[in-house]
Nanobody
Framework: QLQLVESGGGLVQPGGSLRLSCTAPGFTLDYFAVGWFRQVPGKEREGVSCISSSGGSTNYADSVKGRFTISRDNAKNTVYLQMNSLKPEDTAVYYC??????????????????WGQGAQVTVSS
């Protein structure tokens, strides 16, 4: 079964940048839309961004528009989330997820079939 692995999390100061990566060892992500979600203790998981299988369609939560950029390199079987101008409010566990569609993506948790284990992102001075 397809499994996703996140990497690139860590501690960063407010205003700093971080890039998360998502890959699927032993599988290809070419035919999957991929979403990034985040969760903090006591709250439900929320959508951050997503990208279609071709990369032709993307969506962003209002809270991250202009600061985060999702991209994919199918040749490297990797999806990225570039996070700039980070704020303490961005602190969360970030998850990537995959959905077997081609032409679009959504940021609904229930739409996605496969999930990574999460990567901690902490924004603090």
């Amino acid at each position: 079964q397809l499994q996703l692995v996140e990497s690139g999390g860590g501690l960063v100061q407010p205003g700093g940048s971080l890039r998360l990566s998502c890959t699927a060892p032993g599988f290809t992500l070419d035919y999957f839309a991929v979403g990034w979600f985040r969760q903090v203790p006591g709250k439900e998981r929320e959508g951050v961004s997503c990208i279609s299988s071709s990369g032709g369609s993307t969506n962003y939560a209002d809270s991250v528009k202009g600061r985060f950029t999702i991209s994919r390199d199918n040749a490297k079987n990797t999806v990225y989330l570039q996070m700039n101008s980070l704020k303490p409010e961005d602190t969360a566990v970030y998850y990537c997820a995959a959905w077997a569609v081609q032409a679009m993506c959504v940021m609904s948790v229930n739409a996605y079939d496969y999930w990574g284990q999460g990567a901690q992102v902490t924004v603090s001075s």
